[in-house]
């Protein structure tokens, strides 16, 4: 028995319509080949910060908006002694949140002579909208250095403190 419907034969010519979906799914691919070839975002900087105290902490440099708003945002964990320094443009009274956090973090804000002027210790992820703000800090801020919750405790951070890091400019 032979069926009714027909079927392509498997050399037949493209038509109009399969010639043009395989053009723009070509293009498609050809685009974002360039676009990640020509667009790779370019590696995060890890500085170490040394705290009076001896403790160091390996710290990745935030400083693209998208890095200071996100900050430890969407990390599962963080390995101990590693965190991130974001590095605001300019001085000020900055405020930061903990939505989309999965893990409990110290804050410690630094100033422009890199002394620590406020530290919050063991901040909770942000559970529901609208989020608490942290911050902002007594006086102006230029760094804000995030880490695992008791880091600050073990590196016996302090207000005043002088802390010894070098930011490629």
Same mark, same amino acid.
């Given at each position: 028995m032979s069926s009714s419907k027909s079927r392509a034969k498997p050399n037949a010519p493209l038509t109009p319509n399969r010639k043009r979906i395989v053009f723009l799914v *070509?293009?498609?691919l050809l685009l974002v080949s360039g676009a990640l070839m020509f667009n790779a975002p370019k590696g995060t900087e890890i500085i170490e910060v040394?705290?009076?105290g001896g403790a160091n902490l390996q710290a990745e440099v935030a400083e693209t908006p998208e890095?200071?708003?996100?900050? *430890?945002?969407?990390r599962e964990t963080l390995?101990?002694?590693h965190g991130i320094i974001m590095l605001?443009?300019?001085s000020g009274l900055h405020k930061v949140w903990t939505?989309?956090?999965q893990f409990n973090v110290d804050?410690?804000?630094?100033?422009?002579s890199k002394h620590v002027v406020h530290i919050v210790e063991s901040v909770p992820p942000c559970a529901s909208d609208p989020c608490e703000w942290h911050g902002p800090p007594p006086e102006r801020a230029r760094y804000l250095i995030e880490a695992n919750s008791g880091f600050a405790e073990r590196a016996q951070v302090a207000l005043g403190q002088e802390l010894v890091f070098a930011l490629r400019m």
């Amino acid at each position: 028995m032979s069926s009714s419907k027909s079927r392509a034969k498997p050399n037949a010519p493209l038509t109009p319509n399969r010639k043009r979906i395989v053009f723009l799914v *070509l293009m498609a691919l050809l685009l974002v080949s360039g676009a990640l070839m020509f667009n790779a975002p370019k590696g995060t900087e890890i500085i170490e910060v040394r705290f009076p105290g001896g403790a160091n902490l390996q710290a990745e440099v935030a400083e693209t908006p998208e890095k200071l708003l996100f900050g *430890l945002a969407f990390r599962e964990t963080l390995p101990d002694d590693h965190g991130i320094i974001m590095l605001f443009e300019e001085s000020g009274l900055h405020k930061v949140w903990t939505k989309q956090y999965q893990f409990n973090v110290d804050l410690i804000w630094v100033n422009e002579s890199k002394h620590v002027v406020h530290i919050v210790e063991s901040v909770p992820p942000c559970a529901s909208d609208p989020c608490e703000w942290h911050g902002p800090p007594p006086e102006r801020a230029r760094y804000l250095i995030e880490a695992n919750s008791g880091f600050a405790e073990r590196a016996q951070v302090a207000l005043g403190q002088e802390l010894v890091f070098a930011l490629r400019m």
